[in-house]
Each structure stands twice: as structure tokens, then as C-alpha cells.
């Protein structure tokens, strides 16, 4: 087993997770978060979204939050832009890194961003261009990689066509997304090895839902396929859209826990991303999802 | 890696998670989650103990459980015997399999059942004795194998020492428990490598608690050191002792979920032990531990 030693944790708390909350959350509030982010010693946080806020009211600040965050060096500080318009006005709030986003599933993206898989992808295409010319660089996000909420199982195929495809375009990294957390170990290791086959496995990540608990385990897979890259929620932000009440994002404080204990290095420091997730927890007055807080808060 | 194509799940919901409930539990209730639990699939499930009521009032009415279930062909359905004594009731009570139990830590077996390691192993001397005699198997668990709440880490070779003498002694199986959940993937490894040295690992069990979140990936790590006999709770049933308001046991439904991924067999319905989990939480009047629960009723 090569295990890397070390792992990049890409925190996708204030966006992938904040975006599902129902509840307004101020932009303070927003601030305060990546500036604890930023202090636990993560090096790349998704801090936004430059969306309409038609369809994702709750990114309508994400400028704001842009402006205001404390940015310390050595941290990329990303945001998702789906199309020509959010990614100028990323770059207007000064964004150094962005994120576009596609489905493995035909029907999800349909259902999603309304255009098929192919459309998407050339909708791409201007925002590629113009990246190059920021010299900004862009991340590239798979979603249903494990499975789909419309059409169940994923031929691993079908997700390496669209890993290929963004990693063609010029995305210097494709996060695989089980969007619905469905996957087990076996299924993980096996999407690796077929999308592996055409994009470089240093240019993938893992991200993995915890729906069905599985987040963990599949992570574990995920290192001994070489995989070093990971993205997580403080407190296991975020929920499942498709199936109210069940869990969401795996918890950034739950990985760090696994790595620690594996003795894979991330630069994270659990003590201070439990406070940040204990923080946001309140903000938003629930239980958070992380295991690792319940037990590190009641052991006291 | 040579994971094994058939898993045993030893459902310990009815005991270990059980005699952590504060508030008494009715002896129908209790009756009617085993055979729920029979009718799902269970192999082996640990229905009571046998021990003082002053120490563990829940299981005041172990024999009334046993006289109540309708016992099915091929399943075990076994209780804890912690002293000669409890293993005469249990004979009473028409009891085919019991279980000793001893910790890895002196200090935790000082304050969890009064008496040192080498006390405790020569007071299971007579039951294994009796046991000889009733014809009846007896199966050894040791706890705070991959940790203890008063000294830390253990090392993997105290737990060696302590399952190396249950298995000489003659229990067929010795579960390895991760009593407070704090062990990650690796030294779940390395435990069962040092102690598979000593004990075949055919005679092994992983008996992991889910604190931190940990308990899928160690059963994952398990599976590829050949371990193939797992204790799970259902619903996560259990709690931790030792620090209020974190998880406790690794749920049954989780651990069905992740082994149908691997296409590993377990003779278990995961709808039917859901369903199991679902009654108990009802009557517990509480939220199941379990994710995959979680995620199927949101499902709908």
C-alpha cells in the first residue's frame, strides 16, 4: 500500500454546505467561518458560489464574503462559478481559484442545471479561456459518481468520460463526487481505477457524501488508491438535498481524525477545526454533524 | 487482498446496547426486538447477561427474554456470563452460548468489574470448566484494544497477552473491542496482525464502537487482514459509557449496507433489520444511531 503522506483537505463547508441551509446567514456570520477555517490551518477553502441568486439565494453574498475574509498566504480561497457571468464577477471580487461543476448522470443534469451533460461542458469552454487569461486556475467537480438519485447505478465509464473531458479542457483537478453518498469501498476503488486509467491520479479528489455512513471507509479505500486529495465540511455542513434528514458532506473534523490517526499529515489542527465547526453549529443552532465533536465535546 | 466472501454479524444490540439504557425496558419489548432481529437474518445474536442486578439493572430479566423468544434453527443466541454463577442462570435458562469478558487495561479492569486481568481470567477458569461440561462454546471478548479511557493508547502487545490466554483457556472466538472508539484504520491493522500472531485469525472479531466515526473504515481495514466476524449494535444502540452524548456502537444496518457494497454475504435483510431498528428507536422514543436508517426513511 502507497499511502500519501501527505493529504490536501478541501473544505467545502461555506459553500457546498452553507448553500443547502433554508435560513438567511449573515455574511459576518460567513467571515467569521473561513477566518476560523483559515486559522485551523486549511489550505483550501471553497468560500462561495457566484450563482444567481434565483437559484441559490442563500451565495447571494459571496462577494461580500470575498471582501471581508482575512487571506493568509499559502491559502487558496475558491469559488464556484457556473458559468461566464459568475466568473467575472469571481474575479471582480478577486477570486484566485474557481470551481465549474458537471454530472456523471444525464438525467441530474438535466434536472440541476437544466442542459445535458455535453451542454454543460461547453458552456465551459469561454470560462476556460478566460481563466487562462487571469491565470487563474480551475478546479473541476463530478458529481454522481457513485450514483444518481434519478437513475441509481453509474457506469464508472460514464465518469470517466466527464473526468476526462474537464481534464482535457484545462481543470488541474477533478473532484468525484458521491453525491448522494451511496458508494461502498469496493465501488470507490473501482471508479479510481477506471477514471485513473485517463486522468492522472494526482489530478483527482474524493468527495464523499456520508448518507449512508460510508464516507470514512471510502476515504480509507480512497488513500490505498493513492488518492490524496479530499474534500469536507466542517461539521458535516451541508445535508442531503435529495433526502431531507439524512446526513450530508463528510465532516472535515472526522477525516482529520482518520489522517491523524494514520499518520498522514494535512496541516489541519483538530482542536481548532472542532471549535470552528462547534462555532458554525451554533450560528446555524444545531447539533453538528461530526462525530468526532460530539466525542471530543463530551469527553470534555 | 483476501477479504472473505461471508461475514458473521454478532448482533449485540440486546445486551451491549441495551444495559446502557437508563430508563427500565419492558421484557416484551426486549423479546420482541430479538425476534424482529431472528427474522431479519441474524446468525448470532447476544440476547442478555447473566450478572448482578445491583451492577447492570437492565438485564434483570435476561431469563425472562430467553423464555419468551421463538428460538429459530441455526441462529446462536447467546448471553454474558460474567461469573460462575451467572453461567449456572444461564444454564437455567436454557442458554447454548455464553461470553467472558475481559479488559486489556488494567485500569479499566480495576474500575469496570473490580479486580485485576489475571484476577478476572482465572474467575472464567470455572465456567470455561462448566461450560466443557454443558457442551456449551463460550466466546471471549476483550475491551480497550485499541484504547482505554484512563490510560491512553494500550499496546497491542497487553491485548495480545489477554486474548492469547481466553483462546487457551478455550473460547472459540476472542471480539477484539474498540470499547471507546478512538482507533483509526492502521492500528486496526497492526492490533490484528500482533494478535493474529498468537490467535488464528478465523478466531478473531472486530468489535468496533463508532465515537468518532471510525467504526466503518476499521471494519473495511479488518476485512483485508481476513478478519470476518464483526459485532454491530442495531441502530447504533448503545451510547458511549464513557463520554455522555457520543455514538456508540457501529449500527448493524451501516455495517449490512457496506458489506452488500463489498459483495460480501451476511445472510442479513437489510430492509428487515432497518425495520428491526426503526421499532426499538420507537420504543426507546429516540433518533436512530443508524445513517443508513436515516437515509432510507428520508428515501421514503
Redesign the interface.
Known amino acids: 500500500m502507497n499511502m500519501p503522506s501527505h493529504v490536501r483537505i478541501v473544505e467545502v463547508g461555506p459553500r457546498d454546505g452553507l448553500q443547502n441551509e433554508r435560513n438567511p446567514i449573515e455574511v459576518s456570520q460567513k467571515i467569521r467561518l473561513v477566518d476560523d477555517l483559515s486559522a485551523a490551518g486549511l489550505e483550501h477553502i471553497e468560500v462561495g458560489s457566484f450563482v444567481s441568486p434565483k437559484w441559490v439565494p442563500q451565495m447571494a453574498g459571496s462577494a461580500e464574503v470575498f471582501a471581508g475574509i482575512g487571506r493568509k498566504p499559502g491559502i487558496t480561497y475558491a469559488a464556484l462559478t457556473p458559468n461566464r457571468r459568475g466568473f467575472e464577477a469571481a474575479m471582480a471580487a478577486g477570486v484566485t481559484e474557481v470551481a465549474v461543476f458537471a454530472a456523471a448522470s444525464e438525467s441530474f443534469s438535466q434536472r440541476n442545471i437544466n442542459c445535458s451533460i455535453a451542454e454543460s461542458l461547453s458552456r465551459f469552454v469561454p470560462i476556460m479561456d478566460a481563466a487562462r487569461l487571469h491565470g487563474v486556475r480551475v478546479r473541476g467537480y463530478v458529481s454522481c459518481a457513485l450514483g444518481c438519485p434519478y437513475e441509481g447505478m453509474i457506469d464508472p465509464e460514464q465518469v470517466m468520460v466527464v473526468a476526462r473531458d474537464l481534464y482535457t479542457m484545462g481543470c488541474y483537478e477533478i473532484s468525484l463526487g458521491d453525491t448522494i453518498?451511496v458508494?461502498?469501498?469496493?465501488?470507490t476503488r473501482t471508479l479510481i481505477e477506471v477514471v485513473g486509467g485517463k486522468v492522472p491520479r494526482e489530478h483527482l479528489a474524493g468527495h464523499f457524501h456520508?448518507?449512508?455512513?460510508?464516507a470514512?471507509?471510502n476515504?480509507?479505500?480512497s488513500l490505498q488508491e493513492g488518492i490524496a486529495v479530499f474534500d469536507c465540511s466542517i461539521a458535516g455542513l451541508g445535508g442531503?438535498p435529495y433526502?431531507?434528514?439524512?446526513?450530508g458532506n463528510v465532516?472535515t473534523e472526522?477525516v482529520v481524525?482518520?489522517l491523524?490517526?494514520?499518520?498522514i499529515e494535512t496541516g489541519v489542527d483538530l482542536e481548532q477545526v472542532a471549535y470552528a465547526g462547534r462555532a458554525i453549529s451554533q450560528v446555524l443552532g444545531r447539533t453538528s454533524g461530526?462525530?468526532?465533536s460530539?466525542?471530543l465535546?463530551?469527553?470534555g
Request: proline share 0%; charged share 10%.
Open positions: 453518498g458508494g461502498t469501498a469496493s465501488a456520508d448518507t449512508y455512513g460510508q470514512l471507509a476515504i480509507y479505500a442531503c433526502a431531507t434528514g439524512a446526513s465532516a472526522d481524525y482518520l491523524n490517526g494514520l499518520g461530526s462525530k468526532v460530539a466525542a465535546s463530551a469527553r
